[in-house]
């Protein structure tokens, strides 16, 4: 267990931005389930708006640092394609 004030504190705020991260990609899978499951029941109005809240959830996690820009990049992509195949 750490001694030092600071490394205390380093702690606590590690935990914070751990949980913080933590609920943000849960958001994240949750979203893209959602236009998965829409895409395996061939229901194309349910899985083009499930794709646009994705991609929002996506985009937020990208700008505050939990995914790379290349990996929300490669998730839009990937759903976007599939939403897609379905027209």
Do not use: F, P, W
Request: aromatic fraction near 2%.
């Amino acid at each position: 267990m750490a001694n030092i004030k600071s490394a205390k504190k380093r702690i606590l705020v590690n935990e914070t931005k751990a949980a913080r991260n933590k609920a943000i990609r849960s958001k994240v899978k949750t979203a893209i389930k959602k236009v998965e499951t829409a895409v395996a029941e061939g229901n194309k109005e349910a899985a083009a708006a499930a794709l646009k809240a994705a991609t929002v959830e996506i985009d937020k996690a990208c700008t505050k640092g939990v995914y790379h820009k290349n990996n929300a990049s490669r998730k839009v992509s990937r759903l976007t394609k599939a939403v897609n195949k379905l027209a």
